[in-house]
């Protein structure tokens, strides 16, 4: 059986879903369901920053920009929150065109 595409070009596919849920729930959603939420972004971003770190040897520094789709401002807190948790320096770019946001 096909898996759906979970990571295109642009960034991370599915349906923003709002429902409160567990760290299991939410990774689940995603796999499963091709639904993303506030939850799975924090811990996208906990990950991210911890291999960035790792990398690094340092705390990173990384630009978040988003478009105007219905739901982003969760998605936006939530990578927000989780970066932060390992120590991440968080600039927000705001409305930006994905371009843009690949130029930065």
Do not use: Y
């Not at 091709?34 to 690094?56: Q, S």
């Amino acid at each position: 059986m096909e898996r759906p595409l979970l990571h295109g070009t642009d960034g991370i596919r599915g349906a923003v879903k709002a429902a409160p849920m567990s760290d299991l729930e939410a990774l689940k959603a995603i796999v499963e369901k091709r639904e993303v939420n506030g939850r799975a972004f924090m811990l996208l971003g906990m990950a991210f920053a911890e291999v960035l770190k790792e990398d690094l040897g340092r705390q990173p520094k990384i630009v978040i920009g988003w478009d105007r789709r219905p739901g982003n401002a969760m998605l936006v807190s939530g990578l927000t929150d989780g970066l932060h948790q390992v120590g991440a320096e968080v600039i927000h770019g705001g409305l930006v065109a994905t371009p843009g946001l690949h130029n930065s």
